[in-house]
């Protein structure tokens, strides 16, 4: 897999400090399973912050200040799934533990579907998975804050090339664009948004708290 298309830096660096809300460490986690050359960048990221830290002054602890960080992290268990879906890289399977296929989609407009999949702790941004029918086009339209939309299936092109699987789009409010799916598989993404799009079309206006995105 040649992946052409990364996320920014800052996002990354975001990512490493565990400073991103949910929806977006699941699209970078995510993305990270899927490319070598973003997961050595990040271990770069992680020793020279390692390295920041161990410069700093030690700091005074109070009496059982260990017990009681133990304590706040409680004995919470992890379910693993007992069948991991082949479709799915391992980040992304506690959301779609029967995979692509047990997906149910919302029909969100002509060769459009969607699915929400997770919510941030600030309940705004939101994780979802956006489907484009082979060959239609989604809308043009800018966003309101950031969007990290990352390839499962399929591609996409738009005016910053064509993005294939692996590759990942980092959009801010400053960016317009019109998403065309390539012929082939439908194009499916995993995105993460923390406000609606911004159509441009007024019939797209008018319809969009129909379609909620």
């Not at 995510?30 to 992680?46: N, Y």
């Not at 941030?120 to 809308?139: E, I, K, T």
Request: hydrophobic share 40%; charged share 25%.
């Amino acid at each position: 897999m040649t992946i052409t298309h990364h996320p920014d830096i800052a996002t990354l660096m975001a990512f490493s400090a565990g400073a991103l809300e949910e929806p977006y460490a699941a699209v970078i986690a995510t993305h990270l399973a899927m490319s070598e050359g973003g997961r050595e960048t990040v271990r770069h990221m992680t020793t020279i912050g390692g390295a920041l830290l161990n410069d700093e002054p030690n700091a005074k602890l109070s009496d059982k200040a260990l017990e009681r960080l133990m304590g706040k992290l409680g004995d919470e268990r992890i379910e693993v799934p007992s069948h991991t879906p082949s479709d799915v890289p391992l980040p992304l399977q506690k959301y779609l533990p029967r995979g692509l296929d047990g997906v149910r989609w919302k029909w969100t407009g002509p060769g459009v579907a969607t699915a929400d999949l997770a919510w941030g702790r600030d309940g705004r941004s939101r994780l979802m998975l956006l489907r484009v029918a082979a060959g239609r086009r989604v809308p043009e339209h800018g966003h309101g804050g950031q969007e990290l939309t990352l390839i499962l299936q399929g591609a996409y092109k738009d005016r910053f090339g064509v993005f294939a699987k692996g590759d990942i789009a980092d959009h801010d409010e400053d960016v317009e664009h019109q998403p065309i799916a390539e012929p082939g598989d439908d194009c499916i993404c995993l995105v993460a948004v923390d406000a609606k799009l911004t159509f441009q079309g007024r019939l797209m206006r008018a319809l969009q708290p129909l379609f909620g995105i």
